[in-house]
């Protein structure tokens, strides 16, 4: 298996893994605070987020990032989540 190949596999387990996590706090109504920070790239996300057009949100995601869907989707969720939308 090709580095590149193992290092999407690694990113699609790891946006699989967050999205999970995300489903448990949301589950047990658990808060995480952090100290969310957006990174310049992801600003389009963010109002896209504001406007409430997530498929816009994560199309733009994947256009900036070169990820796949459900890195973007996860990616998408946790600035939603660290900008408390």
């Given at each position: ?11 699609e ?34 109002e ?38």
């Amino acid at each position: 298996m090709s580095v590149e190949i193992q290092i999407q596999a690694a990113r699609e387990r790891i946006a699989k893994l967050e999205a999970e996590v995300h489903f448990l706090y949301k589950h047990f109504g658990v808060t995480f605070v952090s100290t969310f920070e957006l990174d310049p790239a992801d600003k389009e996300v963010a109002e896209f987020l504001k406007k409430k057009d997530e498929m816009k949100a994560i199309t733009a995601y994947r256009a900036i990032h070169q990820v796949s869907f459900s890195e973007a989707k996860a990616a998408v969720d946790e600035i939603r989540i660290g900008l408390g939308l």
